[in-house]
C-alpha cells in the first residue's frame, strides 16, 4: 500500500474554484491508477475521477465532466483534482485513493485500496 495526504479543500462560495492535491508516498507511485472519490453526509462514497498511471486516459463521473480537471505529477508523486464551477451540490469530504492493480482510470471503489484521510469542501450558495 501507499501513503496518500490530501490538501487544499476549503470553503469557496457557489461558482468558484478549488485545486484539490493529493501527495503519495511509500511504495512506488506508478504504475498505480489514482482516483478521487467523495462522501457528503449520510451518502455513499461516490467516484469523481480518476486517471492512469501515465496520464493518458481518464474518467469523470457525470455529475462533474466538464467542470473537473484530474491530473498527476509522476515526478512529484502528486495528483490533482482542479474543480471549478462549484455548486452547492459539490460540498463533501474529498479522498484520494490509489488501485494498484489497475492499468485503466477505473471508477470501480473496490479496485483502490489505499485511501487518504480526506479533505473538507464546502460550497457556500
Same mark, same amino acid.
Given at each position: 500500500?501507499?501513503?496518500?495526504?490530501?490538501? @487544499?479543500? @476549503?470553503?469557496?462560495?457557489? /461558482? /468558484?474554484?478549488?485545486?484539490?492535491?493529493?501527495?503519495?508516498? *511509500?511504495?512506488?507511485?506508478?504504475?498505480?491508477?489514482? *482516483?478521487?472519490?467523495?462522501?457528503?453526509?449520510?451518502?455513499?462514497?461516490?467516484?469523481?475521477?480518476?486517471? #492512469?498511471?501515465? *496520464?493518458?486516459?481518464? #474518467?469523470?463521473? @457525470?455529475? &462533474?465532466? @466538464?467542470?473537473?480537471?484530474?491530473?498527476?505529477?509522476? &515526478?512529484?508523486?502528486?495528483?490533482?483534482?482542479?474543480?471549478?464551477?462549484?455548486?452547492?451540490?459539490?460540498?463533501?469530504?474529498?479522498?484520494?485513493?490509489?488501485?494498484?492493480?489497475?492499468?485503466?482510470? #477505473?471508477? &470501480?471503489?473496490?479496485?483502490?485500496?489505499?485511501?487518504?484521510?480526506?479533505?473538507? &469542501? #464546502?460550497?457556500?450558495?
Amino acid at each position: 500500500q501507499v501513503q496518500l495526504v490530501e490538501s @487544499g479543500g @476549503g470553503l469557496v462560495q457557489a /461558482g /468558484g474554484s478549488l485545486r484539490l492535491s493529493c501527495a503519495v508516498s *511509500g511504495r512506488t507511485f506508478s504504475p498505480y491508477a489514482m *482516483g478521487w472519490f467523495r462522501q457528503a453526509p449520510g451518502k455513499e462514497r461516490e467516484f469523481v475521477a480518476a486517471i #492512469t498511471w501515465g *496520464g493518458g486516459s481518464t #474518467t469523470y463521473a @457525470g455529475s &462533474v465532466k @466538464g467542470r473537473f480537471t484530474i491530473s498527476r505529477d509522476n &515526478v512529484r508523486n502528486t495528483v490533482y483534482l482542479q474543480m471549478n464551477s462549484l455548486n452547492p451540490e459539490d460540498a463533501a469530504v474529498y479522498y484520494c485513493a490509489a488501485a494498484p492493480n489497475s492499468r485503466r482510470a #477505473t471508477s &470501480v471503489k473496490s479496485l483502490y485500496d489505499s485511501w487518504g484521510q480526506g479533505t473538507q &469542501v #464546502t460550497v457556500s450558495s
